[in-house]
């Protein structure tokens, strides 16, 4: 379950995307596990779907969830060896 500070300096994207990346690490959400959709998520979290639609884009990019087209984003099987780039965000998260 994600929960929004909304007093929080750090955006709503950053937030959502920052405890997705916690829970896959953690293990509670295993490679291809599917994520909520983004406007289902985003109506629960009372949110603009683009704000989820931009963390599930951030999480992409960072190598953490694969995004399908029609059928949503699920969680990445994680590579043999993380880029450089993905390490030195993790390091710096």
Same mark, same amino acid.
């Given at each position: 379950?994600?929960? =929004? *500070?909304? *007093? ?20 509670? =959400?295993? %490679?291809?596990? %599917?994520? %909520? ?6 109506? *629960? =979290?009372?949110? +603009?779907? +683009? ?17 399908? *087209? ?24």
């Amino acid at each position: 379950m994600l929960v =929004l *500070d909304r *007093d929080a300096r750090e955006a709503a994207y950053e937030q959502i995307a920052s405890q997705i990346r916690e829970a896959i690490a953690t293990g509670t =959400l295993p %490679p291809g596990c %599917p994520l %909520p959709g983004v406007r289902t998520l985003a109506s *629960d =979290l009372g949110v +603009n779907f +683009n704000t989820v639609a931009r963390a599930y884009r951030l999480l992409e990019e960072q190598g953490f969830v694969t995004i399908r *087209d029609r059928s949503g984003a699920e969680v990445a099987t994680p590579a043999a060896r993380a880029s450089r780039q993905a390490r030195a965000a993790l390091e710096r998260e």
